[in-house]
């Protein structure tokens, strides 16, 4: 390796920080921590681990649930170094290392009230959030992160530099935007950027939980008309349910509101208006990494009545919903490898806990709730998987297309640390 590459090895300062992860089940001790500034240190970092025999797995955020970041005896790529955003508000373009996290993409944006898709925390890794498609509240308007995407750099599994936009690695690029981190280590994305202000609405509104079945049919029914600067998301743990969305952009969103008192007994009511970037920090925890973590999630392209009342059902677990639609649709589903753009709501059902004593029942209660939905569920998102099978995340036919771009860049499946797309044998 070069003499500048920063290593860590077992009791080093930076080692056991470097290692943990959002999910504190996961302690998973790598032989080696390669702390990466440069896209130079990225690939040498990666011939090394080769000439080595060394798994490898790639860090940025680290909030992948199942710890795929942190490889057992492996060499962990920490692009965390590799954090810095360049905007150029003329030409609504930013450049973004490898290792940013969406917070710092936010930020650079605002300062020219631009920003582009991304998602709702703001220390989750922009790399990771993008390669998996990046839904987030402007996705209605200016469709999923992947979508804003106009080049990458990377450092593929020999080593090698390359990029892929529009006119160079067109068959990679494609891949790239929706087939996760199989194919190679992102070190520089650039995005498109739009001019959205500074300022965000954000609406919650609680009703009984016997009034639960009637409000979100109701709220399902007036989501398909909903103007895209607003975002529905729901909430339901068993006890009661919230109903809200996000605003952002031009027009205020009083009829929608009044709509919403509308659907039921309101017990509960909160509008702020706010900075987008306190919108987009609002959901952060910085003790996040203390918690035991387990989630499953489905796409529905459809949300019918027996799926309200499954999703209703719930055993005091946290299960939200979030809207699809707009921008994300006009997308031509053959444009890029993120499949199942006709989703209606994204399903996401999540606990935390702190005593691993607790471990096989909160993931056996989840596990079970999540199951009474599969049936009317169309796939899943593939940033929320959690060890199933990847060709839920896929159409056939782009899975068979994604398995031969593996075949061509990465034919011994040296970046199979993610939800892994295996190489044609």
Known sequence: MTATLTLLHTGDAGYDEARTVWNAMVDRRPAVIARCSSTAEVAAAVRYARANDLEIAVRCGGHNIAGLAVPEGGLMIDLT????????????LA??????????????????GLATTAG??????????????????????????????????????????????????QELFWGLRGGGGNFGIVTEFEFRLHQIGTRAIVADLTYPIDEAFSVLRAWRDLNATAPRQATFKAYVNGDQVTLGFVWIGPGDPDALLEAFRGLGT?????????????????????????????WKGHYFKAFPDDAIRALIRNPGIGASLQAYGGAIRDVPDEETAFSHRDTQFEFVTATRWED??????????????????????????????????????????????????????????????????????
């Not at 959030?129 to 990458?152: E, K």
């Not at 450092?155 to 936009?165: L, Q, Y």
């Not at 036919?397 to 994604?402: F, G, N, P, Q």
């Open 120 to 169: 709702n925390v703001s220390h989750t890794g922009v790399g990771g959030l993008t390669l998996g498609g990046g839904m987030g509240w402007l996705a209605r308007q200016f469709g999923l992160a992947c979508d804003n995407v106009t080049s990458y750099e990377l450092v593929t599994a020999e080593g090698d530099v390359v990029r892929a936009s529009a006119t160079e690695n």
């Open 356 to 425: 691993p004593a607790e471990d096989e029942e909160r993931i056996s209660t989840l596990r079970a709730y999540a199951a009474t939905l599969e049936q009317y569920a169309g796939g899943a998102y593939l940033n929320t998987m959690n060890g199933e099978n990847v060709k839920r995340a896929f159409s056939p036919a782009k899975l068979a297309r994604l398995t031969a771009l593996k075949t061509t860049w990465d034919p011994a499946n040296v970046f199979h640390l993610n939800q892994n797309i295996k190489p044609a044998e």
């Open 266 to 294: 309101v017990t509960a009511e909160t509008v702020e208006e706010m900075s987008y970037l306190t919108l987009q920090t609002r959901e952060d925890n910085v003790q996040g990494h203390r918690f035991r973590r387990y």
């Open 81 to 92: 170094p590799m954090g810095e955003v360049e905007v150029d508000p003329d030409a609504k």
């Open 95 to 112: 450049r973004v290392q490898g290792g940013a996290m969406l917070g710092e993409l936010d930020r650079e944006a605002q300062r020219y």
